[in-house]
């Protein structure tokens, strides 16, 4: 069986400051580990993903998260917010023993202050 | 154009009412997946298909029902049709295991 965590349901955060989106999974397997952004009225676009290569995996748009076994967790970040990071975040796990489902957090709404 | 394409975008139907939403893909993926999307519960799997003449169950499949018609074609239908199915629902394709590539969704209202 997999899970995700996404531990904040919303993140508010000023422009120019940093964004961090937590992810805690669980898989009984080598997962790999995506996070996608949801802009409203939208569908959802793939900004990073970790499939057991290194561990610091670099995305779009600035965007950054790092694979810790040891934590099991998938932290998202991003130096400086932009105001059209405005949007939802998912964190999604899956593995080859899942037959490539995915597996979503529940999102983290962001909102950028100006 | 988009790889990925949902008909219709939008619908309004009335409870008991027979919908079918459709998706097309350009992608040349044999995977396809249907999903729906509700507040706070991200994205939940209703059915997928891994080619034509294979379609399986995902975790909310009752009162679905999906058609693969061709490779690129994947069809879901709410047979008759509830307002708890009143929800965002996705069509997603992947080569193997490997990310999945979403449509734009299409926002369903049963009355």
């Known amino acids: 069986a997999q899970s995700v965590t996404q531990l904040d349901s919303h993140v508010s955060v000023s422009e120019g400051t940093p964004v961090l989106l937590r992810c805690n999974y669980s898989s009984s397997y080598s997962p790999s580990l995506f996070w996608y952004v949801q802009h409203p009225n939208k569908g959802l676009q793939l900004l990073l993903k970790y499939t057991s290569a290194a561990t610091l995996v670099k995305g779009i748009n600035g965007f950054e998260a790092e694979f810790k076994k040891s934590e099991t967790s998938f932290h998202l970040t991003k130096p400086s917010a932009h105001m059209s990071d405005a949007a939802e975040y998912f964190c999604?796990?899956?593995?080859?023993?899942?037959?490539?489902?995915?597996?979503f957090g529940g999102g983290t709404r962001v909102l950028v202050k100006p | 154009d988009a790889d990925v394409t949902q008909t219709p975008r939008n619908r309004i139907t009335k409870t008991g009412k027979r919908i079918m939403l459709e998706c097309s893909q350009t992608?040349?993926?044999?995977?396809m997946y249907w999903y729906r999307q509700d507040p706070g519960l991200g994205l939940r799997l209703i059915y997928y298909s891994f080619d034509v003449k294979d379609i399986n169950k995902g975790e909310i499949s009752d009162g679905y029902s999906v058609s693969r018609q061709a490779q690129a074609k994947f069809s879901l239908s709410l047979e008759s049709a509830i307002p708890n199915q009143t929800a965002l629902y996705f069509c997603a394709t992947s080569e193997q295991v490997n990310e999945q590539f979403f449509g734009p969704g299409t926002r369903l209202t049963v009355l």
């Open positions: 999604v796990v899956t593995s080859g023993a899942a037959g490539n489902k995915l597996t």
């Open positions: 992608k040349g993926h044999d995977r």
